[in-house]
């Protein structure tokens, strides 16, 4: 059977290598590029991101890359920050999106008293759950995810996973051909790798 193509769109964001890393792992090839048209013409799309909404959003419209995410046709997964920047709102920085998800995205609150100590960011292991994607099986109900972030998606008609950390929220969203983690599925574990491989063969 013949390879997807697959790119991995390159912006000023990191992570980018741990994904293609885990495409490695998997037994895929992927391009890390910003060229449009590669991006336009491949098979699946993956937009990663650990970095900042304001700045980030800024480099996007700057490189044309704002309008062709939003034009394209073939699944698209974004992961963390990648995800954040598809919400219509983001927080940080007080900035406008792609606006593919309506949901606006958050900053989280600390509580007051804060019993349990709980920090922001988020960081560590959290179950998912209410799997309602193409990227989950039955079987990955209840499985732990990593995730570092400080801002989130409310549960809202695009959630395709859930989990709670200070309240719930969502874990993942979906809509038509658009797929998005919060969490990081190239960091978690085999039940990651297996998320991936799902959105690959889509």
Known sequence: MAQPEIVIIKYNAGN????????????YRAEITADPEKISRADKVIF?????????????????????ICQLRQPLLGVCL?????????????????????????????????PDNLKIPHMGWNQISNLKSD???QSMEGSYVYFVHSYYAALGPHTAAGTNYLLP??????????????????????????ILKRFIEL
Request: aromatic share 8%; net charge negative; hydrophobic share 40%.
């Open 82 to 114: 990648g995800m954040q920047l598809m919400g219509s709102h983001s927080e940080e920085g007080g900035v406008d999106c792609l606006g593919i998800f309506d949901e606006p995205i958050r900053k989280f609150v600390l509580p007051r008293p804060n």
């Open 135 to 137: 990227l989950f099986d």
């Open 169 to 194: 929220f969502s874990a993942a969203l979906q809509k038509d051909n658009y797929f998005a983690t919060q969490f990081h599925p190239e960091k978690s574990g085999p039940v990651g790798l297996r």
């Open 16 to 27: 980018i290598r741990s994904v293609n890393n885990a495409l490695i792992q998997l037994g």
């Open 48 to 68: 990663p991101g650990v970095g900042e909404a304001s700045t980030t959003m800024a480099f996007l419209k700057e490189k044309g890359l704002d309008t062709l």
